[in-house]
Nanobody, 115 residues
Framework: QVQLVESGGGLVQAGGSLRLSCAAS????????MGWYRQAPGNQRELVAG???????TYADSVKGRFTISRDNAKNTVSLQMNSLKPEDTAVYYC?????????WGQGTQVTVSS
């Protein structure tokens, strides 16, 4: 089993920055894709950014140029640097990781951007 714990959420003004971090623990053999999703009230959960084990990244169009995803394979961590935050970025952000064809999720961390 893999446990994912997020940190770094909070309240920030529009235009500000936050950095989310996620640490994986437990019985880890090799984590494949890792990423961040978010879910705002009344909306479906959506992919924000993903990164493969070799560092290939993908981003939602709405965050391209503002968010940067990175990972440390040795430490089994993934981070999301969020700059130029907008009120529409307000959501619960979830870390996810895939191992042996199974998806694992963190408990989520709240990000609130005030206008």
């Amino acid at each position: 089993q893999v446990q994912l714990v997020e940190s770094g959420g909070g309240l920030v003004q529009a235009g500000g920055s936050l950095r989310l971090s996620c640490a994986a623990s437990g019985t880890i053999f090799r984590l494949n894709a890792m990423g961040w999703y978010r879910q705002a009230p009344g909306n479906q959960r959506e992919l924000v950014a993903g990164i493969t084990s070799d560092g290939t990244t993908t981003y939602a169009d709405s965050v391209k140029g503002r968010f940067t995803i990175s990972r440390d394979n040795a430490k089994n961590t993934v981070s999301l640097q969020m700059n130029s935050l907008k009120p529409e970025d307000t959501a619960v952000y979830y870390c996810t990781a895939q191992m042996r064809f199974k998806d694992y999720w963190g408990q989520g961390t709240q990000v609130t951007v005030s206008s």
